[in-house]
């Protein structure tokens, strides 16, 4: 039988400090070969931290990071072959046009010359950008800048792409684009994407890491997210009907059901409800014939489906609340000037 892959992405152990505070506190997680993966957290929970040292551009305090079998910490060189990478503010040149600027970034990263021009050709298509091939970097606007720095990140086909928050700045026709080339990378390249824009990172990526204080609070696919974090479902009904008597109802139904919220009746006697159960297997059917037989009249019955915002806020909330004690500096550290 032969060994599974080596994974993409190996973080085991990992420790980052500034001058005595901690960014990143024992950090370990592992991303499979062709996962798109959504990195999530408050500002100053570590995203730009971490990912900076997986692409070798900080070192870290303590612990191990492998890019396809590669220690980034032992071989600095060969990691950088292998990851295309893209920082929250890329440094873009102002005075080179687009094209130039792409094939000096092609040479650098060491593809041949016979076939760096069609690959120049693809990215520039691929990212929306063949209009301005021949402009100046300094005169595109701000959502042309971040597509150019995606094209570069991805102008080498390298088996691993990290980028920071890549629709910053980005319009709604923009952010359609890049959520398209992303999903079309899945499964011929990693990706691990940094971002504030929660619905994108729902729709784009087979799973999410959220991580709070430097540490891992949550991971998992966002349906997987949602019955580990919330731990509940919900529903919502509009019912006309004796309400005094649906608590007994619902316990018939299921145990766990419960009325969380409800409204004043409206000019027709309807209210408004929220039903919250610890069952996740579906409940309507069973819970509107119940409804119905016991006179109840049923406007509206539906299962509400949390968002992954609500996973977020749930799980660095929970993270705070537990109010994780300061991970003790390890010796050694080094001073920087990076916020993490």
Same mark, same amino acid.
């Given at each position: 039988?032969?060994?599974?892959?080596?994974?993409?992405?190996?973080?085991?152990?990992?420790?980052?400090?500034?001058?005595?505070?901690?960014?990143?506190?024992?950090?370990?997680?592992?991303?499979?070969?062709?996962?798109?993966?959504?990195?999530? &957290?408050?500002?100053? =929970?570590?995203?730009?931290?971490?990912?900076?040292? *997986?692409? /070798? #551009?900080? !070192?870290? @305090?303590?612990?191990?990071?492998?890019?396809? &079998?590669?220690?980034? =910490?032992?071989?600095?060189?060969?990691?950088?072959? *292998?990851? /295309? #990478?893209? !920082?929250? @503010?890329?440094?873009?040149?102002?005075?080179?046009?687009?094209?130039?600027?792409?094939?000096?970034?092609?040479?650098?990263?060491?593809?041949?010359?016979?076939?760096?021009?069609?690959?120049?050709?693809?990215?520039?298509?691929?990212?929306?950008?063949?209009?301005?091939?021949?402009?100046?970097?300094?005169?595109?606007?701000?959502?042309?800048?971040?597509?150019?720095?995606?094209?570069?990140?991805?102008?080498?086909?390298?088996?691993?792409?990290?980028?920071?928050?890549?629709?910053?700045?980005?319009?709604?026709?923009?952010?359609?684009?890049?959520?398209?080339?992303?999903?079309?990378?899945?499964?011929?390249?990693?990706?691990?994407?940094?971002?504030?824009?929660?619905?994108?990172?729902?729709?784009?990526?087979?799973?999410?890491?959220?991580?709070?204080?430097?540490?891992?609070?949550?991971?998992?696919?966002?349906?997987?997210?949602?019955?580990?974090?919330?731990?509940?479902?919900?529903?919502?009904?509009?019912?006309?009907?004796?309400?005094?008597?649906?608590?007994?109802?619902?316990?018939?139904?299921?145990?766990?059901?419960?009325?969380?919220?409800?409204?004043?009746?409206?000019?027709?006697?309807?209210?408004?409800?929220?039903?919250?159960?610890?069952?996740?297997?579906?409940?309507?059917?069973?819970?509107?014939?119940?409804?119905?037989?016991?006179?109840?009249?049923?406007?509206?019955?539906?299962?509400?489906?949390?968002?992954?915002?609500?996973?977020?806020?749930?799980?660095?909330?929970?993270?705070?609340?537990?109010?994780?004690?300061?991970?003790?500096?390890?010796?050694?550290?080094?001073?920087?000037?990076?916020?993490?």
């Amino acid at each position: 039988m032969s060994a599974p892959p080596t994974p993409a992405i190996e973080v085991d152990h990992l420790v980052k400090t500034y001058a005595g505070m901690t960014a990143v506190a024992d950090l370990s997680f592992t991303v499979a070969r062709g996962e798109i993966i959504g990195f999530l &957290g408050p500002n100053g =929970a570590g995203k730009s931290t971490t990912m900076r040292i *997986l692409t /070798g #551009y900080l !070192p870290a @305090n303590s612990g191990t990071v492998r890019i396809c &079998g590669h220690s980034v =910490a032992t071989e600095p060189d060969a990691v950088k072959r *292998l990851i /295309g #990478y893209m !920082p929250e @503010n890329n440094p873009l040149p102002e005075d080179m046009r687009v094209s130039e600027y792409l094939y000096f970034r092609g040479r650098l990263k060491e593809i041949p010359r016979r076939k760096l021009s069609p690959r120049i050709d693809e990215v520039l298509e691929l990212c929306d950008l063949k209009r301005v091939r021949h402009k100046i970097i300094g005169q595109l606007s701000k959502g042309y800048r971040q597509r150019v720095g995606i094209a570069e990140a991805i102008l080498a086909e390298p088996p691993v792409i990290i980028m920071d928050e890549p629709t910053i700045g980005l319009d709604p026709h923009q952010i359609l684009i890049v959520r398209d080339l992303i999903a079309g990378l899945r499964g011929r390249m990693t990706v691990i994407i940094s971002s504030h824009i929660l619905p994108e990172i729902e729709m784009t990526c087979d799973r999410v890491l959220i991580i709070n204080r430097g540490r891992v609070v949550a991971q998992g696919s966002p349906a997987d997210l949602r019955r580990e974090v919330l731990g509940r479902t919900t529903y919502q009904l509009i019912t006309a009907g004796s309400i005094d008597a649906l608590p007994a109802i619902l316990t018939v139904v299921e145990p766990t059901l419960k009325i969380t919220a409800n409204s004043e009746p409206d000019a027709t006697g309807f209210v408004t409800l929220a039903l919250s159960t610890e069952r996740t297997d579906e409940l309507g059917e069973p819970l509107l014939q119940s409804l119905i037989s016991h006179g109840f009249r049923v406007r509206a019955l539906s299962r509400a489906q949390p968002t992954l915002e609500d996973v977020f806020l749930a799980a660095t909330r929970r993270s705070w609340d537990a109010k994780l004690a300061p991970v003790a500096t390890p010796a050694g550290t080094a001073n920087g000037f990076d916020r993490p």
